[in-house]
């Protein structure tokens, strides 16, 4: 169990992984997004509302920009600093983060947050940046995986490294199941459009914001919503999917506390067990049939709650840090 001296470094280490995959993910979500308008080429209205909506910051987009265009989305997503999930905020936050722990991740991992921050920064006051969105945006793509290898390769697999991953699979889940949400419940804009080809591009475009469209096909081949549901939910190999995530947090907490797995000591313990139970045992043609969007927006609270629970047992010893307070202002 993590002690009173080491809560305030576990949540440091926590949340900056948090940050650090959220930051990755917007980069991701307005890649895809570009690219998909491209490939639509005018036979579509272009959708920059679902992005906003992804991440649960509709009424602070509004209050701050009004329409949802091309233009004021990718702003507020990418560089708005009123803005606390922007790639911006969440690197500067992260870094942050990894200032005060520098005795604890390594001097790559840090040199690299560092340097993601400022090349983001240096691009806000650079207008030529939005000539070509998609370089800037995989480059955000590619120093957070950048950072997760060097995560893995660089520091001592031990409680902090555990917290780390913690951190980021808890996070990763959730950006997976709002990401399946937009899609099937606010993205198609016509029942009319189900089975066309901008359907198809459409669950093209998904599996690609969740870096999965190469691995899906191995897998399944042809594109079906069923398969993709089923292969984002829960398939147990793709790094991605829920249950994947789901599994590696659980692993990483009973690392963390010596509780052995199948048992439990504290609520975090027992509601992520609870989650893992449910995601073994699901079959993805009876969530679509209950109700896919009703099921992900239990995930969604589920994972809230299981945040809470870590924080609860880990890190309630020490008071909230600025990143917590700041992230859960923006959770649904």
Known sequence: MTNALLSRVAESVYWMARYIERAENVARFVDVNLQLMLDLAGNASEQWEPLIQIGADDENFHKLHGAATKENVIHFLTFDSEN??????????AREGARSIRETISSEMYEQINRAFLMVKAASSD???MESPIDFFQEVRMAGH????LTE????????????????????????TRLLDVKYFILLPSVAYVGSTFDELQWVALLKSASGFEMYRRVYGRISPDSVVEFLLLDREFPRSVHYCIAAAQQSLHAVSGTPLGTFRSPAEQQLGMLRSELDYSDNRRIIEAGLHEMLDLLQGKLNRIDDAIFETFFALQPKLQQRQVSMNASV
């Open 84 to 93: 606390p999930n922007s790639i911006l905020s969440c690197l500067r936050q």
């Open 127 to 129: 207008r030529t940046v």
């Open 146 to 149: 950048l950072f997760e290898g």
């Open 153 to 176: 390769a660089t520091m001592t697999h031990g409680e902090a490294w555990h917290f780390c991953r913690l951190g980021r699979m808890i996070e990763r889940a959730d950006k997976t």
